[in-house]
């Protein structure tokens, strides 16, 4: 994987690790003949991961197995794996949005006993990510998974372009202002539509990738920046379930009629159906300015010989005229119910914890959410693009985490692309179709929805 050899080591910091690990105790002869199977998404990270899991093998002698599977298949395949009770997975790092699903269904181990044995508290992991990966219900003290990978929606740019001074004057001349990563989505679609068709060094390139996926959760993960800073909600915070109102009010349909003005006038042509992968295609082959996408993908974009090092600058999901939010992306890793091998899957959670094992996680190529590790006074200059990750972290907002999530996203999968993408209808009219499917998804489950 992705060895991030600028990121800052130091002969301390391997001291302090090796330590830590040789607490596990045991060692190779305890353990012969132990493996563990940890199911995750198959990307960078997880690749990371394995790397990090050595040391683990290492001090316990317990083996470790993968089962990594493509985004695409992610969900389908370990939804499908936890709800018949296979013993596949030992360990799972589950997206956050399982978490209602998971607790409810009695698929993870609640995890309070242990934690509270072990003494590892969650008051030592950024907030945002113990409410986002770990707790069902929502902003209660009942925990089901150990934040693993922090993760936000960010943004790229090219920062070698923005920094030429023909095109810097070209837009000042346009503008009235300097050419710089913008802080609010007006700035960013004058970026976008400056950049949109002009040719740099012969060839001629767009101004935005955005996410339009329709299949999976795309579209959704990257409208959802536009709204929540147009004032989108989910629901009324003091009535649970009230969506009236809410999710359709004129200020969401404002941000959603947004998102397709910024398709249409920056994207370039055939991005009808583009998620991750997508995206940085369209960045690395030098189609486009500035790039949505999840920050676990920038340290392999500061590393491409291409597009990399000093010609890629980052910045946080602008602003809007209601607030400054970001969509949550990563996952808690949790202990699968139906494991024959509980306590050493346990033992791997009690590993990972240690701050020791959260600063390697980072260092070559993982996203830390323990606050020892990104609270630290040189994080910030840990990396290239550690600052806007940071930022980011604290306004973040996420989907339905509810056990009926998988309805609830193909619902706004489908409203939200057809609306976008397809030309069907108004935004007002996609959100009032999206508050009634959303309604008949929760009457079915027993809900309360309350109407105003």
């Known amino acids: 994987m992705r060895r991030l050899g600028w990121l800052r080591s130091t002969a301390a910091s391997v001291v302090v690790a090796a330590a830590a690990l040789g607490g596990l105790g045991g060692g190779q002869a305890a353990a012969q003949g132990k493996q563990l199977t940890l199911c ?19 001090q316990s002698g317990i083996e470790m197995k993968y089962e990594f599977v493509p985004w695409t298949s992610y969900a389908d395949r370990f939804l499908n794996e936890l709800n018949s009770h296979g013993k596949l997975c030992d360990l799972i790092i589950g997206d956050s949005q399982w978490i209602g699903g998971a607790a409810e269904n009695k698929w993870y181990v609640k995890l309070n006993d242990f934690f509270d044995k072990e003494k590892i508290s969650m008051d030592d992991f950024v907030s945002a990510t113990v409410v986002g990966y770990s707790q069902w219900p929502k902003n209660t003290p009942n925990y089901w998974a150990l934040p693993a990978m922090a993760d936000a ?20 001349a346009k503008y009235g ?46 409208v959802t ?66 790039q949505m996408n999840w920050f676990a993908f920038f340290p392999g974009l500061y590393k491409d010989p291409n597009v990399g090092g000093d010609k890629i600058g ?21 202990v699968v119910a139906t494991s024959d091998h509980k306590d050493d899957a346990l033992a791997y959670i009690k590993w990972f914890a240690q701050p020791a094992v959260q600063q390697k996680w980072w260092q070559i190529g993982g996203y830390s959410a323990l606050k020892a590790v990104v609270d630290a006074p040189d994080f910030p200059k840990s990396a290239a693009f550690a600052p806007q990750f940071l930022e980011s972290m604290g306004i973040v907002k996420d989907f339905w985490a509810e056990p009926s999530y998988a309805q609830l996203l193909l619902d706004m999968q489908k409203r939200v692309h057809d609306y976008v993408v397809a030309d069907k209808g108004t935004a007002q009219q996609a959100l009032d179709l999206l508050v009634k499917d959303w309604t008949k998804v929760f009457k079915e489950q027993g809900k309360e929805v309350a109407s105003q």
Not at 314 to 331: E, I
């Open 177 to 222: 202002r300097d050419l710089a990563p913008p802080k609010t989505y007006d700035e960013l679609k004058q970026i976008g539509e400056f950049f949109q068709g002009r040719e740099i060094d012969g060839k001629k390139v767009y101004g935005a990738y955005i996410f339009t996926e329709r299949g999976s959760e795309g579209i959704t993960m990257g």
């Open 40 to 58: 995750w998404a198959a990307w960078d990270p997880a690749n990371a991961l394995v790397e990090l899991g050595k040391d683990f093998t290492k």
């Open 225 to 290: 920046n536009v709204l929540y800073n147009y004032g989108f909600a989910y629901d009324n915070p003091k009535k649970p379930y009230q969506m009236q109102g809410i999710v359709n009010s004129a200020d969401a349909a404002k941000g959603l009629e947004f998102y397709k003005e910024l398709y249409k006038c920056c994207t370039a042509p055939g991005m009808t159906n583009a998620y991750m992968q997508e995206g940085l295609d369209a960045f690395k082959s030098g189609q486009v300015a500035m």
């Open 314 to 334: 980052f910045f946080v999901n602008p602003a809007g005229p209601k607030g400054h939010f970001t969509q949550l992306g990563g996952q808690g890793i949790s």
């Open 153 to 172: 929606v960010g943004w790229t740019y090219r920062k070698d372009w923005f920094a030429r001074p023909e095109i810097q004057s070209a837009f000042k």
